[in-house]
């Protein structure tokens, strides 16, 4: 099957979809996925007293199923039009790295909500949106949003820096 391949006019259209690249990795993330979900079936359930918004296990349930479906759905459309392979990762990606140890630095020395925000801008940014409004727009939009989720949903407390304190205070 190796020689088939590698063949100059071999047509891989051929090949099962299962040989593929991209249902390789969507089948690695759902089977840890799924593993991790049914590992949050065993976690105990919280006294309705001690209770803050939702149970503890509901939050990381509902965040696996929805990378199991995010990742289907990237299956299939890998199907339609499949990945592009590069050798090189765009400047973007490793920016987005940086980027998300600034946040870990904003966030924990100054302020949660601030290191959002500027995660936000940043990631927007370097990723082609140029606009200024927007920018801005996804800075307050985003964390804000982000913020009510874990405060009003979950119950969680943000913790304290510049911005969240005046919110909690």
């Known amino acids: 099957m190796n020689d088939v391949q590698k063949t100059k006019g071999a047509n891989k259209k051929i090949l099962p979809l299962f040989f593929s690249v991209a249902f390789k990795v969507i089948f690695i993330i759902v089977v840890i996925s799924s593993i991790l979900l049914y590992l949050t079936f065993t976690f105990e359930e919280v006294p309705p ?97 982000v913020f009510i989720f874990f405060e009003t949903i979950l119950g969680l407390r943000f913790p304290g820096g510049i911005i969240t304190n005046l919110y909690y205070n």
């Open 49 to 145: 007293i001690l209770n803050r918004g939702i149970q503890p296990a509901t939050f990381p349930k509902a965040l696996l199923i929805l990378i199991i479906v995010l990742s289907l759905v990237v299956y299939f459309l890998s199907i339609k039009k499949p990945w592009q392979i590069d050798k090189n990762l765009p400047n973007a990606f490793y920016i987005t790295l940086a980027s998300f140890v600034i946040f870990s630095v904003v966030g924990i020395i100054l302020d949660f909500f601030l290191g959002i925000s500027i995660l936000s801008i940043l990631v927007s940014y370097f990723w082609g949106e140029r606009r200024i409004f927007y920018l801005f727009l996804v800075a307050i939009i985003f964390p804000t949003i």
